[in-house]
C-alpha cells in the first residue's frame, strides 16, 4: 500500500560514511512517529535490525540503500489528545463581544456562563456590571512512546517492542524510561533472556539441568527417568538391558535374522536375556515360519451347501499352526452336516452325487409299491 512505502522513503539524503556507532534517527514520508534507526556495528550498517546489503546508490531521485528483508511500519511515538477548558475574561453579555485568553479558542455563543462575573462598564461610574464568560479550549498534543519504547527518540525496549525483556521482565519505558529491563524472579542479563541460576535451564528458568525434566535426566527412550535426593536416576524398561543411560533390546541384534520376514520379535516376559518370534497380526505361524490368514468361506461357500448352509469362519490366532476349517451351518428349514443340507431322505439321496445314480434307477421301475414304499421311506 502507500502507506507502506511511504515508511521506506526518507526526505533528507542519508549517506552510511555519516552513520556511526550511535544510532541515527531520521523521520520517515510517515511522519514523526515512524522513524528509522540506522546504526553501525563492526563496519555493517542496519536499519531497524536489518542487513544493509548495499549502500549510497545515487540516482536522480535521491540515494538507495538495499536492505537484506524488508522492514515493517513500527509505530514508536503514541500522542492522545488533551483538551483543556478555561473561562475567558467577563465582558457585556448584550454585545456578545465575549473574548478568550491567549491560546485558547471558543466553543461557540452557546457555550456562555451568564452573570457569574462582574466587570467596570462605565469608566465615570463607580459600581461594577454583572457580566458574561465565554468558555474556551485548548488542544495539547503532548508525545509519549509507545508501549514497548523510551526515552528522547522512543528506541525499542530491550529484547524489542513486540516482547520488551524477552517477556520476561519490565522495561523502563516512556520519554523519561531508561529503557533498562528489571527481570522478573528467576531471570537476569539485559534482555532477561538468561536464567539468574547456572543450574537453571533457559527459556523458562523453571526445571534444572539435573532433572528429568530436561531431556529425560540424560536416559535412554528406553528407561525410565526419576528423581532422588542423591540426583536423577536411570532404569532401563522390561525386555530391555542397559545402565539406563543407554538401554538395547535382543531384538535389536543380528538374533532377529531367526524370525520370518512377517514376524516381529519380542522379549521373553519370564527373561530379558531371550527373544521369541511372532507373527504379525493377519498372519499365524511360529514365528520362523508364517503363513498368510484366508478365509476360506469367501470361495465356494468354504465346502458348505452352497445354497442351503451359512458358512463361518474364525480367523486362527498369530501363534496357531493351523489355519482351521470353517463351520457350516444348515439353514433354518434344512437338517444335516452343514456340507449337505436337506429336507428329507429322498431330498437327500437326490442331492448325493453318489446316489443319485441309483435314485435314477430305482423311481424308473414300474412297480409302484416299492416306488410308493421309497417316498414313504
Known amino acids: 500500500t502507500a502507506s507502506f512505502l511511504k515508511y521506506y522513503i526518507v526526505p533528507q539524503l542519508v ?116 457580566g458574561c464568560q465565554q468558555i474556551c479550549v485548548q488542544h495539547q498534543f503532548p508525545s509519549e512512546c509507545c508501549s514497548g519504547f523510551y526515552g528522547y527518540h522512543c528506541d525499542e525496549c530491550p529484547g524489542g517492542a513486540e516482547i520488551p525483556c524477552s517477556g520476561n521482565g519490565v522495561c523502563s519505558e516512556g520519554k523519561s524510561g531508561s529503557g533498562r529491563c528489571k527481570c522478573n524472579p528467576g531471570f537476569a542479563g539485559t534482555i532477561c533472556d538468561r536464567c ?24 535412554s527412550e528406553h528407561a525410565w527417568c526419576s528423581e532422588t535426593s542423591s540426583g536423577v536416576t536411570c532404569q532401563c524398561f522390561s525386555g530391555y538391558v542397559g545402565d539406563g543411560h543407554t538401554c538395547t533390546s535382543l531384538c535389536d541384534g543380528t538374533e532377529t535374522t531367526a524370525c520370518h520376514q512377517w514376524a516381529r520379535c519380542t522379549l521373553n516376559v519370564s527373561s530379558n536375556q531371550t527373544f521369541q518370534c511372532e507373527c504379525n497380526p493377519g498372519f499365524h505361524g511360529n514365528g520362523t515360519w508364517c503363513q498368510q490368514n484366508s478365509d476360506p468361506c469367501t470361495s465356494q461357500n468354504g465346502g458348505c451347501d452352497l445354497e442351503r448352509a451359512v458358512c463361518n469362519f474364525t480367523q486362527p490366532q498369530v501363534t496357531d499352526m493351523d489355519e482351521g476349517d470353517p ?51
Request: charged content about 20%.
Open 196 to 219: 539468574e541460576s547456572a543450574d537453571l535451564v533457559p527459556p523458562f528458568c523453571n526445571i534444572t539441568y539435573n532433572s528429568c525434566g530436561y531431556m529425560k535426566g540424560n536416559c
Open 15 to 130: 549517506f552510511t560514511p555519516c552513520i556511526y556507532d550511535d544510532a541515527v534517527y531520521v523521520d520517515t514520508l510517515l511522519g514523526s512517529g515512524y522513524r528509522l534507526s540506522l546504526n553501525q556495528v563492526a563496519e555493517q550498517v542496519w536499519v531497524n535490525h536489518v542487513k544493509v546489503i548495499r549502500s549510497d546508490i545515487l540516482t536522480d531521485g535521491g540515494v538507495i540503500h538495499e536492505l537484506e528483508s524488508a522492514v515493517h511500519p513500527t509505530l514508536n511515538e503514541c500522542g492522545s489528545i488533551m483538551n483543556i477548558t478555561d473561562l475567558g475574561p467577563c465582558g457585556d453579555c448584550m454585545t456578545g463581544d465575549l473574548e478568550c485568553n491567549a491560546g485558547f479558542e471558543s466553543l461557540g455563543s452557546e457555550h456562555v456562563i451568564k452573570y457569574r462575573c462582574h466587570f467596570h462598564k462605565h469608566a465615570d461610574a463607580d459600581w461594577d456590571t454583572a
Open 327 to 377: 463351520v457350516c451351518k444348515c439353514k433354518t428349514g434344512y437338517v444335516g452336516d452343514g456340507k449337505l443340507c436337506s429336507t428329507d431322505i429322498l431330498d437327500a439321496i437326490c442331492r448325493t452325487p453318489e446316489l443319485r445314480s441309483f435314485f435314477k434307477v430305482f423311481n424308473m421301475s414300474n412297480n409302484s409299491s416299492i416306488r410308493t414304499f421309497n417316498i414313504l421311506t
